[in-house]
T-cell receptor, first 112, second 112 residues
C-alpha cells in the first residue's frame, strides 16, 4: 500500500515564526511531490512542487526533498495568520497517469 | 488567471439516482483528473484522463463511475446509481503535463 503520512497537528506557531511541516512516504517509486494548502471548506491550492533532492525556494516557502530518507518538508518563513490552513502533501508515482497520493494534511494555526 | 471551474457547487440527490458533475479545465491543459474528499478524510484519487481515454483509475472508480469529455471544453464525471457513501466533495483538476495539478472549487454531493 503506497502511503503518504503527515502529522495531523494542529501545529501552532506565532506570527513571524518559521512553520515546519513534514511528510514521509512509503514508495521509493514516488517521483514528485506537491504541497497544497486547503482552507476549511475550500479546494486544494497548489503552493509548491519538488522533483529533485535538495531545497527549492519560492518566496516565503521552501520545499525540501530527501529521497534516501523518503522525507519531504515545507518551511514557511515569516508566518502570517492568513497562512492558517491545512497543508496537504501529495506524492506522484512514475507512470501512473499523474495519480496523486495525498497525506491526511497538517493543520497549521498562526497566532497573531 | 485561468482556473478550473465546476458545476454545480452543491448537488443533492436520492440514493439510486444518476448524477453528472461538470468541470471546465484550464483551456490549454491536456490532462484531467477527478478526486473526492469525504468530510474529514484525505483527498482520494478517482481517475485520470488524457487523449480521450482513461490513463489510470482507482479501486473506488468502479462500474458505477464514468468520465467523458463531450466537447473541447467540458469534462464530466457520471455516477450511475448513487449510494449514501458517495456523499463527498468532488474535485476536478487539470494539468498541462503529468505534473502540477490545479484544482477546481469542487462539487459537494449529498446523497440522501
Amino acid at each position: 500500500q503506497k502511503e503518504v503520512e503527515q502529522n495531523s497537528g494542529p501545529l501552532s506557531v506565532p506570527e513571524g515564526a518559521i512553520a515546519s511541516l513534514n511528510c514521509t512516504y512509503s514508495d521509493r517509486g514516488s517521483q514528485s511531490f506537491f504541497w497544497y494548502r486547503q482552507y476549511s471548506g475550500k479546494s486544494p491550492e497548489l503552493i509548491m512542487f519538488i522533483y529533485s533532492n535538495g531545497d527549492k525556494e519560492d518566496g516565503r516557502f521552501t520545499a525540501q526533498l530527501n529521497k534516501a530518507s523518503q522525507y519531504v518538508s515545507l518551511l514557511i518563513r515569516d508566518s502570517q495568520p492568513s497562512d492558517s490552513a491545512t497543508y496537504l502533501c501529495a506524492g506522484m508515482l512514475y507512470n501512473q497517469g499523474g495519480k496523486l497520493i495525498f497525506g491526511q494534511g497538517t493543520e497549521l494555526s498562526v497566532k497573531p | 488567471e485561468p482556473e478550473v471551474t465546476q458545476t454545480p457547487s452543491h448537488q443533492v440527490t436520492q440514493m439510486g439516482q444518476e448524477v453528472i458533475l461538470r468541470c471546465v479545465p484550464i483551456s490549454n491543459h491536456l490532462y484531467f483528473y477527478w478526486y473526492r474528499q469525504i468530510l474529514g478524510q484525505k483527498v482520494e484519487f478517482l481517475v485520470s484522463f488524457y487523449n480521450n481515454e482513461i490513463s489510470e483509475k482507482s479501486e473506488i472508480f468502479d462500474d458505477q463511475f464514468s468520465v467523458e469529455r463531450p466537447d473541447g471544453s467540458n469534462f464530466t464525471l457520471k455516477i450511475r446509481s448513487t449510494k449514501l457513501e458517495d456523499s463527498a466533495m468532488y474535485f476536478c483538476a487539470s494539468s498541462d503535463r503529468e505534473g502540477e495539478q490545479y484544482f477546481g472549487p469542487g462539487t459537494r454531493l449529498t446523497v440522501t
